[in-house]
């Protein structure tokens, strides 16, 4: 497909293609207009002379029958001579009557008129006839008026079909223009409209790369179709792609290769800590005893912290190993076994209700996926407070939530608690600053549910109280999800099951 050199040529090419057809429109209407009025002008003239024949017809016809009577009663031959010239101008008349725009009627009494005009003319030529044939004379003269009269007449017709004819044309072109303008508006929305998706469908595919880069995305190539300019672009942004992924991939390994190198003196001294706190080596004060356990107690999270980073790196973009058929609620009743001593040391209840379902996945990974969310909710519920895990089936995807009375996720954090090494604002403001923690477990969550072709994200950010939802399809071999990090709406559960308390 051909696209311009350049965004400005494309928009460019929208605003003129899209200007043509009500250009076009405007051109018509202003092409029947000068039509119209030419027309109006045609039509003036024409029915100017059409009466000016009409009532020259009359007036010399009168003239003439008067010349013959006056010639014939006063015997005057000089009289004859003036007949002549009106007969002249009589035969002029007919001529510039022909010329107008007339019907076949019309056209049958002008001649009609003319073959009068002769025969009279044929009588006088010699002069004044005999008495005899004088009464025949003047009636001639009052047929050829009367012929007159009659053509003078129907020449009053070619006014009035004028004035049709202008009303027909006006009528027409007010029921043209509607049509045309209908149709020019058309185009030029369609034209719009095509323009608008070939601009958009680029800019769109370049937003939806830089998100996924946002979201460390890095395994699918960047390919934009479209201007030169915006093609440029994305190459540009699948080079930064291929750039983030070189540096994730050294951030990996140095990551590994560091905890790896932590752990072994970091072991000699957790060692050598929990042997002068068994007092092994001999008796110790009590300020001695403080700095030990000081220093055991540093070194038990530094020493987890280490595991913590080595089991991310294990665990990240880790595909599914054992598809088989899980049953949800089996794996969520041993994640709140595990979690029941911290629960009842601090007083905090869970519920675990809603549906039985069962799903085909890894049951590791969905077992570490429930344990960091359950972990996460019991780390920020206050003591005394309860854990809710609620299971649902909706179009055909399992649906859990996860929902403590902690503190909740700010709007602005809704996205990145799931990001390596990231806290929060709540890890320090609340439970009074007491929450510790490496900033991985939701990070974990994220990997083990996107190899699931699932979703995770916060339900009703900037509310009290975390809410977490993981969607995951029934069937991970059929593919009924598309993976992602996502924010959606809350939506409370359809169905409720029993309750537990720890």
């Known amino acids: 497909m051909y696209f311009p050199r350049s965004l400005t040529n494309v928009i460019l090419a929208c605003f003129v293609l899209s200007a043509v057809p009500l250009v076009v429109a405007l051109a018509e209407l202003a092409f029947g207009l000068d039509s119209l009025a030419k027309r109006s002008q045609l039509s003036v003239r024409e029915a100017e002379a059409a009466s000016a024949a009409s ?16 010639s014939i009663v006063l015997e005057d031959a000089s009289l004859i001579d003036g007949y002549r010239k009106l007969d002249g101008q009589l035969e002029q008349a007919l001529i510039r ?47 050829l008026a009367d012929g007159a009269a009659q053509a003078a007449a129907m020449l009053g017709r070619v006014t009035e079909r004028e004035v049709v004819t202008l009303r027909e044309m006006a009528a027409r072109t007010r029921e043209n223009w509607p049509w045309f303008l209908g149709v020019a508006a058309a185009t030029a ?25 946002g979201r460390g995305e890095f395994n699918e190539d960047i390919a934009i179709k479209g201007p030169r300019d915006l093609r440029s672009l994305g190459e540009r942004l699948d ?26 003196p970091l072991t000699a001294v957790r060692e050598g800590s929990e042997l002068l706190n068994d007092r092994i080596v001999g008796e110790m004060s009590m300020q001695q005893t403080d700095v030990v356990r000081i220093i055991r107690d540093n070194t ?25 058929a899980v049953e949800m609620k089996a794996v969520i009743e041993r ?9 009842l040391s601090r007083a905090i209840t869970v519920q675990v209700r809603g549906d039985a379902i069962t799903l085909m996945g890894d049951r590791e990974q969905l077992r570490v996926v429930l344990d960091n969310l359950v972990s996460n ?35 602005d954090e809704q996205e990145r608690v799931f ?84």
């Not at 992924?245 to 905890?259: P, Y």
Request: glycine fraction near 8%; proline fraction near 5%.
């Open 55 to 70: 009532r020259e017809l009359r007036e010399v016809t009168g003239k003439m029958e008067r010349a013959v009577r006056q």
């Open 97 to 143: 009557s022909q010329s107008l725009p007339l019907a076949d009627e019309e056209r049958a009494a002008l001649k009609q008129l003319g073959a009068q005009r002769t025969v009279l003319a044929a009588a006088l030529r010699n002069g004044i006839p005999e008495v005899a044939e004088r009464p025949k004379l003047v009636e001639s003269a009052a047929d």
């Open 189 to 213: 929305l369609l034209l719009a409209i095509g323009f608008s998706i070939l601009i958009s469908r680029p800019l769109r595919n370049i937003d939806r790369s830089i998100r996924k880069l």
């Open 239 to 264: 080079w930064l792609r291929r750039r983030l992924l070189e540096l994730e991939t050294h951030q990996t390994r140095f990551l590994r290769h560091v905890s790896h190198e932590l752990k072994t």
């Open 300 to 324: 038990v999270s530094l020493q987890r912290l280490i595991e913590d980073l080595l089991s991310y790196q294990q665990h990240k973009s880790a595909s599914p190993q054992h598809i088989e």
């Open 335 to 343: 994640v709140v076994r595990e979690h029941r001593l911290e629960m």
């Open 377 to 411: 909710a019991i780390k920020y519920t206050p003591r005394g407070g309860s854990v809710r895990i609620i299971s649902t089936i909706d179009e055909r995807m399992a649906q859990i939530d996860v929902e403590d009375d902690g503190p909740g996720i700010a709007l």
């Open 419 to 502: 990001e390596t090494f990231y806290r929060g604002d709540a890890s320090a403001a609340g439970n009074n600053g007491k929450v510790k923690g490496s900033g991985l477990g939701l990070a974990i969550v994220r990997e083990y549910v996107l190899a699931h072709q699932g979703h995770v994200f916060v339900v009703e950010p900037g509310k009290p109280g975390g809410r977490f939802r993981v969607r995951l399809p029934l069937d991970l071999t059929k593919g009924d999800a598309t993976p992602g990090l996502m924010t959606a709406p809350s939506a409370a559960p359809s169905s409720m099951g029993d309750s537990i308390a720890a």
